[in-house]
């Protein structure tokens, strides 16, 4: 989708200033909802991903005019400047924070005020990985001047990637049986 905008950008720009303004301030008012309606009783990863994405598409095209009155009013404040900055590194540390918490104290979802700390952590850590790690190697003098390492880093990426998971897939695991199952103080045969 995102591609797509960027391509288009184009003939975006030609959508009337009015109309752009209230496409974006709508996408923006369906993304705030859906984010407090989608919960874990919804079907999702489905159907359902379709509507935060297509609507943040929406916001991204109708900004490509720039409208006046457009939801750039409030996003050019901060924090959403810095929160852009780090989006990619916050993606990638929110989910695994929330999952292992959750999965910790055995319970699907925690509460709200858990969350909201622990998205808290979450943007600690994007902020201290986009200083030291992200923006250090995409501005890297070495990799800019040398095309070829920034493709190798990247195939070099892939490649353990995909090992990685191969090993994991293919990983035998033990089962421990009644061993898992005994309580402290039972009484349960040798597994050997």
């Known amino acids: 989708l995102g591609g797509l905008i ?28 859906a984010s407090v309606t989608l919960t874990p009783a919804s079907v999702y990863p489905g159907a359902l991903v379709a509507i935060p994405t297509l609507v943040a598409g929406l916001v991204i ?3 490509a005019t720039a409208p006046k ?13 810095f929160l852009a900055l780090i ?8 989910w695994p924070i929330l999952e292992i918490a959750a999965q910790r104290r055995g319970v699907a979802t925690l509460p709200v005020w858990d969350n ?11 902020t201290v990985t986009y200083k030291f790690f992200e923006n250090p190697v995409r501005h890297s ?17 892939i490649v353990a990637t995909l090992a990685v998971t ?6 035998t695991t033990v089962d421990l049986g009644a061993i898992a199952q005994a309580t402290t103080g039972s009484i349960c045969r040798s597994p050997s």
């Open 61 to 63: 095209a109708a900004g």
């Open 166 to 171: 191969t090993y994991e897939q293919r990983r």
């Open 116 to 126: 909201v700390l622990l998205l808290v952590l979450a943007g600690l850590l994007a």
């Open 87 to 94: 989006s990619f590194s916050l993606y990638l540390w929110h």
């Open 69 to 81: 009155w457009g939801v750039e009013l409030l996003l050019r404040h901060e924090p959403f400047p």
């Open 141 to 157: 003098r070495f990799l800019v001047r040398r095309k070829w390492a920034s493709l190798l880093m990247g195939l070099c990426l």
């Open 6 to 33: 960027a391509v288009y950008s184009p003939e975006l720009r030609r959508i009337p200033e009015a109309w752009a303004a209230i496409a974006s301030w709508v996408g923006l008012a369906v993304i705030l909802i």
